[in-house]
């Protein structure tokens, strides 16, 4: 079982910037792809961008609507995955979800495995 604590979350002016981190357990963290996942109030939760694991590169994806503007990154000897918001717009309040795969590259929410709690993000306008 992989457990994620997502942190970082909070209010920000739109604009701004905020980033978010994902501190995973687990020995094979390295093997696993991640992903971030948000839900706005009264949608479904969507795909925002993930990461792959080291055999396919760590390859990056993003929704359209976060490239440019959001950025996946990962720290295998931390356990820990980041997602760096800029240019943050009010339509990006979420919560924002973690998640891990252990397909090691995906990017579709039935891929993903494991899932934090979320950490809310405010953007003001």
């Known amino acids: 079982q992989v457990q994620l604590e997502e942190s970082g979350g909070g209010l920000v002016q739109a604009g701004g910037s905020l980033r978010v981190s994902c501190a995973a357990s687990?020995?094979?963290?390295?093997?696993?792809?991640m992903g971030w996942f948000r839900q706005a109030p009264g949608k479904d939760r969507e795909f925002v961008a993930a990461?792959?694991?080291?055999?396919?590169?760590?390859?990056?994806y993003y929704a359209d609507s976060m490239k440019g503007r959001f950025t996946i990154s990962r720290d295998n000897a931390k356990n820990t995955v980041y997602l760096q918001m800029n240019s943050l717009k009010p339509e990006d309040t979420a919560v924002y979800y973690c998640?891990?795969?252990?397909?090691?590259?995906?990017?579709?929410?039935?891929?993903?495995?494991?899932w934090g709690q979320g950490t809310q993000v405010t953007v003001s306008s």
């Open positions: 990461i792959a694991a080291i055999r396919w590169s760590a390859n990056t």
């Open positions: 687990g020995r094979t963290f390295s093997s696993y792809a």
């Open positions: 998640a891990a795969s252990r397909y090691g590259s995906a990017a579709q929410e039935q891929e993903f495995d494991y």
